[in-house]
C-alpha cells in the first residue's frame, strides 16, 4: 500500500489537481545539455532542453508545444502492476478462511509476481533502435521543430530521469562501404550507424543527463520490502507444511 500511495498522483490544493514537480537535468563538470522537466503523475507535461553544439557552441532550445504531453509508459506500467497486486490481496471477503497453505503460497506467488514486474518496469529501460528513436512521436512534441540531426529520449532508469540526447551526422555514400547497423540498446554510443528515411547516418555525440525523482526512490524500497514480507510468510508457511506433514503420529 505505501508503493501505491507513491504511484497514487500527488494532488494539491482542493480541486484535486494532479501535483506538478520540476526537475533540473544536468551533468557535473559539463553544460552541453540542460533541461528543466515538469513531471504530473506519469506524464511529461513540459520539457525545455538547451543544447550547446560542440563544433559552433552554439545554442539550440527546443521546447514541448503547449498542447503536448509525453506519457512515460514505465510508471503507468509499474502503478498497474501494483494495484494489481493490491487487488490480488483485497479481492476477498473480509471474513475469508485460507483452508491451506498451498492456497497462501499461489498468493503470495501471484502477488511478488505482479510486485517484482512493477519493480523491473523501473529498473529496466526498454531497448530502443536509433531508427525507433527517430520515428517516435517524441520527436514531435518540440518547438522548434527539433533538427534533423538531433534525436531525443527520455526513459525512466531506478529512481532516476534520463534524457538523451544524439548528435548526428550524414554518411556521405563514399563512406558508407563500412556501414554496419545499430541493434536495439537503452544507450547509443557514438560510431553507432543507422538509416531512416532512405538516409544513412552516424550517431557522432551522446549527451545524457539526469535527476532522482524522489518519489521513485521510496517506491523502489517499498517493492523491496514487500517481496522480502511475502518471501517471509512463504518460508513460515513451508515450515509448518512439513511439519504438519511428517508428524510421526
Request: net charge positive.
Amino acid at each position: 500500500q505505501e508503493a501505491s500511495h507513491r504511484f497514487a498522483l500527488p494532488t494539491s490544493g482542493s480541486g484535486g489537481a494532479v501535483k506538478q514537480e520540476n526537475f533540473v537535468l544536468s551533468t557535473s563538470g559539463t553544460d552541453q545539455v540542460k533541461g528543466v522537466m515538469t513531471l504530473q503523475g506519469d506524464a511529461l507535461c513540459q520539457a525545455d532542453v538547451n543544447l550547446k553544439m560542440p563544433r559552433n557552441n552554439q545554442l539550440l532550445h527546443f521546447a514541448f508545444r503547449e498542447d503536448k504531453q509525453w506519457k512515460l509508459q514505465q510508471i503507468q506500467d509499474a502503478r498497474n502492476h501494483v494495484n494489481q497486486a493490491i487487488y490480488l490481496l483485497m479481492n476477498r471477503d473480509v471474513n475469508y478462511q485460507f483452508k491451506t497453505g498451498l492456497e497462501v503460497l499461489k498468493l503470495m506467488d501471484a502477488v511478488m509476481l505482479q510486485l517484482s514486474r512493477a519493480r523491473n518496469r523501473l529498473t529496466t529501460p526498454a531497448t530502443l533502435t536509433l531508427p525507433e528513436i527517430a520515428s517516435s512521436g517524441l520527436t514531435k512534441m518540440f518547438t522548434p521543430t527539433l533538427p534533423p540531426d538531433i534525436l531525443v529520449n527520455f526513459y525512466i532508469n531506478l529512481n532516476k530521469l534520463c534524457l538523451t540526447v544524439y548528435q548526428l551526422h550524414v554518411l556521405q555514400p563514399s563512406t558508407t562501404k563500412n556501414f554496419k547497423p545499430a541493434g536495439g540498446s537503452v544507450l547509443h554510443n557514438p560510431g553507432a550507424m543507422f538509416e531512416f528515411g532512405s538516409q544513412r547516418y552516424e550517431v557522432s555525440h551522446v549527451h545524457k543527463v539526469e535527476c532522482v525523482v524522489p518519489w521513485l526512490n521510496d517506491a523502489l524500497v517499498f517493492f523491496t520490502v514487500s517481496l522480502q514480507l511475502c518471501q517471509q510468510l512463504k518460508d513460515k508457511i513451508s515450515v509448518f507444511s512439513s511439519y504438519w506433514n511428517y508428524r510421526p503420529y
